[in-house]
C-alpha cells in the first residue's frame, strides 16, 4: 500500500477554509495551523510533506523559515478565485 500525503494548511484565509473542506472530503491527511510559526513547531510531530500557505503568510520570510525545516516540505499558495478587477 502506497503512503499516503500529509498536507499542512497554514494561515486563516478564505482559501485556506475551502481547501480544507475539499480535501477533507478527498480522504487526504491533513492538519492545520493558524501561521507559519505553529506549522513549523508541528513538523516535529505531525511531519507534512506539504505547506498550503493563504495569502497572509506567502511571503519569502515565511518561506525561508519553512525551507530551513529538515526535510524541507513542498510549499505551494492557495490562491482564491480570479476577479474581474
Known sequence: M???LRVKLVGEDPEIERLDGIIR???INCSRS???????E????EGAELFVLGAS?????RINQIQRLSPAPE???AA???TPN
Not at 493558524?34 to 513549523?40: L, P, R, S
Not at 503568510?57 to 520570510?61: N, R, V
Open 2 to 4: 502506497a503512503a499516503s
Open 25 to 27: 472530503r478527498a480522504g
Open 34 to 40: 493558524k501561521d507559519t510559526e505553529e506549522a513549523c
Open 42 to 45: 508541528q513538523q516535529e510531530h
Open 57 to 61: 503568510e506567502f511571503t519569502q520570510a
Open 75 to 77: 510549499i505551494f499558495l
Open 80 to 82: 482564491g478565485k480570479k
